[in-house]
């Protein structure tokens, strides 16, 4: 498996707009625009950092993944994204290795990507995303 870099930082939020006035008002960093995944009950704001992103989520539904990691951790960091040069070959190198994966293959995410997630118990307790864009 090859990672590329750190692709972006998931940040859950109760509001894209409330959220994005520290990024852009206090930190100075440009604003993207949403984008809304509806498969996955998510808005998503990007602000890019160098080579890299944050990226807040917001949901879309009561029941969405980011409603509930808010309502059982509340807003912040809900997940690292690693780039990787070939999703579905990480995947079955993981898949060999035992790593515990919640997408066995991938899914849409924003901007096109493909995205799968790697459960926290097998990484530590971290939520990691990975992610190829064409």
């Given amino acids: 498996m090859k990672i590329l870099k750190i692709d972006h930082l998931g940040i859950a939020v109760n509001s894209i707009e ?7 008002d206090v930190l100075g960093l440009s604003f993207e ?4 995944v509806a498969e996955q009950k998510v808005t998503t704001a990007f602000f890019p950092v160098g080579e890299s992103e944050v990226e807040l989520l917001e949901s879309t539904a009561p029941d969405g993944p980011i409603a ?5 951790k509340g807003t912040g960091i809900q997940h690292v994204a690693l780039r990787v040069e070939n999703i579905e070959a990480a995947l079955a190198e993981l898949k060999e290795k035992g790593v515990q994966l919640i997408d066995q293959t991938p899914r849409h995410g924003a901007g096109g990507a493909k995205i799968a997630f790697l459960h926290p118990k097998a990484t530590g307790g971290v939520l990691v995303e990975l992610c190829q864009r064409d």
């Fill in 33 to 36: 625009g949403t984008e809304t």
């Fill in 18 to 24: 409330d959220g994005k006035k520290f990024w852009t």
């Fill in 68 to 72: 509930r990691y808010i309502e059982k």
